[in-house]
């Protein structure tokens, strides 16, 4: 990474952890405890890695970064919201994240329902109330939608709960990769292309690109769980081992999973590339996507 | 209520209803039991109050009630989400509504939990995808998500979560009532003279009418829970006296509260009345909404 994008990077996290302090600021709010379990599951931590994407597409697309930062706020709001409830006893019944307590070990369960709820509530609202123009918020609420829905995230975080026997096939694994997770990355080109407005051909290479990676990024994931010491990882490892969970590794092996992560993420950075140097940001944090190391 | 509103708010229900069953087709589902799930939130029954004040409210302000069909929608998904997610053993705690099982009895908790975290992202992109134009989609994508959010059902029903010790004032009370409930029946008066695009004048009379009506619901429900057999209402009666719920009658008493819901749906009718005849089907709503039994 040169020096000039490591900076303009590291400008663009600063916006994004403002942006998403103002927005959680608690106005005149209704329900304090509720305000503090949202922030709660925003603020502590995180590597802002979708934020990041959207402003990166849309600087790719030739526009201008601060138009995306709602829509950056947006994207992570629907991830917190998702790994809120993910944590939930009914689901995965985590008490720890990042090394802090989960929402609902902090503040209860029913607190944390609503704060995932409201959370999700939030980032339609920024898109709606922030957005530059009309027609822009209303792309990226539906895109927003689509991704994190019964098609997108939602549909897959069920999908995997039914198949935690151990018995999907690869096709399943990819359904459920694509769904779960993918569909919020890729997400992230489409929301920073519509911010840019650019192009019909630019917007596609950048949704061909967020398709990709998004597998790849899941691969990647499976792969860290398996190869990863728990204190690396912040977490569990092998816990989706332990559980039976539908992972690349574990219908494909885990040699051919690290050549398949590798093999879609490259097919992300030629898409990329022609898009010249405005795509160099992107470039860059398309490659931690699936190098790092937690 | 003549013949003739009679008739409309019938053939109203019918569209509202052919809606929703079209509007949670499965198309390619990636998990089918979550989409199942979601219906049975939605079409085991309900009557539709929301749905139809929002057409009823497009058609006071002098727009075609149709173009009002996707916020009809969406905010009955809104409505169903929040529902299923208080049914919830860490909220509520009911397995029976309407007479059926409620969706975490039915499919689990954690499809309980996606159902209703995918009914709202539905919401949304319903409004995105299908209101007519751009300007009112996002305007009605704000007013949806500001009434759902923290600041309004969300919020309102985590306050009356951390008030469930019998120690709340009228003035807590009021809050609740109007966050938790309130805010979104108003909201249906708001997203209907959206769609209308009718003049600030009649906006404002709809805004406030709705506002007051919303409130006059709640202390009517919280009446009816005190006043009516549990073989009427369908759910178990007296049980926001048994867990000490923070309510209107608990608070002012009764006959006190009796008196409040009649003087505030009085003010929302005459708010109502110089709209003439266009507001006639939804005078007979509101009528309804604080005259039913059940």
């Not at 030739?62 to 790994?83: C, F, K, M, R």
């Not at 409830?85 to 070990?105: I, S």
């Not at 997400?187 to 630019?202: I, K, M, N, P, Y």
């Not at 912040?234 to 494909?252: F, L």
Request: aromatic share 4%; proline share 4%.
């Amino acid at each position: 990474m040169t020096p000039e994008t490591e900076n303009r990077i590291g400008g663009w996290r600063r916006l994004v952890e403002e942006d998403l302090v103002e927005t959680l600021e608690d106005g005149a709010a209704i329900a304090p405890p509720l305000h503090d379990a949202m922030r709660h599951a925003v603020v502590s931590g995180g590597k802002r890695m979708r934020p990041l994407l959207v402003l990166a597409s849309c600087h790719a697309g030739g526009g201008l970064a601060e138009n995306a930062i709602p829509a950056a706020t947006a994207v992570e709001l629907v991830h917190a919201y998702s790994l809120v409830h993910d944590d939930l006893p009914a689901m995965d019944d985590d008490v720890l994240r990042r090394g802090f307590p989960t929402v609902h070990a902090k503040y209860g369960e029913a607190l944390g329902i609503l704060a995932g709820d409201a959370l999700q509530t939030l980032a339609f609202e920024t898109l709606a109330a922030r957005a530059p123009d009309p027609a822009v918020a209303v792309e990226q609420v539906e895109i927003l939608a689509v991704a994190s829905g019964r098609l997108g995230m939602a549909g897959g975080q069920a999908l995997d709960i039914l198949c935690d026997d151990g018995s999907a096939d690869l096709r399943t694994v990819e359904k459920i990769h694509r769904s779960k997770t993918g569909a919020l990355l890729a997400a992230c080109f489409r929301l920073g292309a519509a911010a840019s407005r650019c192009d019909v051909a630019t917007a596609s290479r950048l949704f061909d690109a967020g398709r990709s990676l998004g597998l790849a990024f899941q691969i990647h994931d499976d792969v860290l769980d398996l190869t990863q010491p728990s204190e690396q990882l912040g977490k569990t490892a092998g816990k989706d081992r332990d559980t039976s969970k539908a992972t690349w590794p574990a219908v494909a092996g885990l040699d051919v999973a690290k050549r398949d992560a590798i093999r879609l993420a490259d097919s992300a950075f030629s898409t990329l590339e022609p898009l010249g140097r405005a795509a160099d940001p992107l470039l860059a944090l398309a490659r931690g996507v699936v190098s790092r190391t937690k």
